[in-house]
């Protein structure tokens, strides 16, 4: 190396990225060399059939190219490693300052993505399995059941889970007040109308 792996950790991203064109560049310069020598690379033979430089090529050039290429190939690891290191370490400073930065704003509070709801509760009845279950009055329904966005159709896919699963649990997600609630409702027979006891309307 022309300077020493301490001097090298000092410069910046961008002057590594400089050295490490110039190292590549160099390095296409000898396989340049290597290839005008009857394309030897780096491990064709310098030397005929009784032992003689070969009269083909210049073996002191090869020589000198392979050479120097086998030096560029460790100063090129070395770059390539420093770089890395560099890159991790900007990234590593750039999350602990983001993360600095949202606990002042929101002070632990977590940014939450919520499911997409694709119906609504407009009205539960008290002491229906809706109201047991935890159901309340607004909450939008993200899953009911095998029942998402990304496949809701209508209103009977929600009617068809329900006729299939009396007596049953079925897993149900809601967003309720910018927050997800995951409960459990078994559509049954009670004494009031339905399975569930409550009135659900397209979102």
Sequence with gaps: MELSEE???KLSPEELMDRKDAIETEMQACNTVLENQGGVGMNGRLVDDEGFPRPDIDVYAVRRARNRIICLRNDHKAVMKLIEEKLHQIHAETRLRRGAESEGVARGEERRILPTAFARVSQVTDGSPAASAGVK??????????VTAANFTGLKNVADVVQHSVGSPVHVLLVRRGESVSLSLTPRRWHGQGLLGCVIVPS
């Design 7 to 9: 001097d090298w950790s």
């Design 137 to 146: 009055a607004d909450d939008k329904i993200a899953e009911f059941g095998s």
